[in-house]
Nanobody
Framework: QVQLVESGGGLAQPGGSLSLSCAAS????????MSWYRQAPGKDRELVAA????????NYAEAVKGRFTISRDNAKNTVYLQMNGLKPEDTAVYYC????????????WGQGTQVTVSS
């Protein structure tokens, strides 16, 4: 059974940090671009960060550049999102996504984890 399971969400104060993890099972992430998306109430889901399957090249939304870091550990079949300098506008449900590098229609989503930034 294919699964992406996010963890690490919660409540943080402005300026604080959280670390999200996304553990994959039922497939190996080696051939997948791994991404984090987020969706705030009343807004569309947006791409936060992505890391390609080979070479580790990364891409970030302008809003999180310099504050968030995406990384992957193919041996552990896991992708991470380190979030520093959190702002209230980072509040959203964060979703993990896996997109196959050579098969565009093959992609998986996690169930999401809530991140709330508030004092």
């Amino acid at each position: 059974q294919v699964q992406l399971v996010e963890s690490g969400g919660g409540l943080a104060q402005p300026g604080g940090s959280l670390s999200l993890s996304c553990a994959a099972s039922g497939f190996t992430i080696n051939s997948y671009t791994m991404s984090w998306y987020r969706q705030a109430p009343g807004k569309d889901r947006e791409l936060v960060a992505a890391i390609i399957s080979v070479g580790g090249s990364t891409n970030y939304a302008e809003a999180v550049k310099g504050r968030f870091t995406i990384s992957r550990d193919n041996a552990k079949n896991t992708v991470y999102l380190q979030m520093n300098g959190l702002k209230p506008e980072d509040t959203a449900v964060y979703y993990c996504n896996a997109a196959h590098r050579f098969r565009p229609g093959l992609r998986y989503w996690g169930q999401g984890t809530q991140v709330t930034v508030s004092s």
